[in-house]
């Protein structure tokens, strides 16, 4: 079993900064593709960004130049920096992780979300 916590999320005026950190536990042999996806009220979650295990991110263009995105492949730990917040920025941040189990399953996990809210 893999569990996927995320934490950092909170409440920031426009403008500010807030560092959204996952930490992966569990059955994990390897842990594959990391990604983080928002939800904002009344629409679909969509990608914000992603990283492979050797570090290659894709970053929406929304939050280009402003989010940056990383990971401790140690630590099994998947961080977004998220820099000159705006209001459309808000929505429920979820964390995802392509992991292969320690019995060699594939499993697309994913966090429980943490709430980012922007007020203007």
């Known amino acids: 079993q893999v569990q996927l916590v995320e934490s950092g999320g909170g409440l920031v005026q426009a403008g500010g900064s807030l560092r959204l950190s996952c930490a992966a536990s569990?059955?994990?042999?390897?842990?594959?593709?990391m990604a983080w996806y928002r939800q904002a009220p009344g629409k679909q979650r969509s990608l914000v960004a992603s990283?492979?295990?050797?570090?290659?991110?894709n970053i929406a263009d929304s939050v280009k130049g402003r989010f940056t995105i990383s990971r401790d492949n140690g630590k099994n730990t998947l961080f977004l920096q998220m820099n000159m917040l705006k209001p459309e920025d808000t929505g429920v941040y979820y964390c995802n992780a392509l992991v292969l189990t320690t019995d060699l399953r594939t499993v697309n996990q994913w966090g429980q979300g943490t709430q980012v809210t922007v007020s203007s």
């Open positions: 990283i492979s295990s050797l570090g290659n991110t």
């Open positions: 569990g059955s994990i042999f390897r842990i594959n593709v």
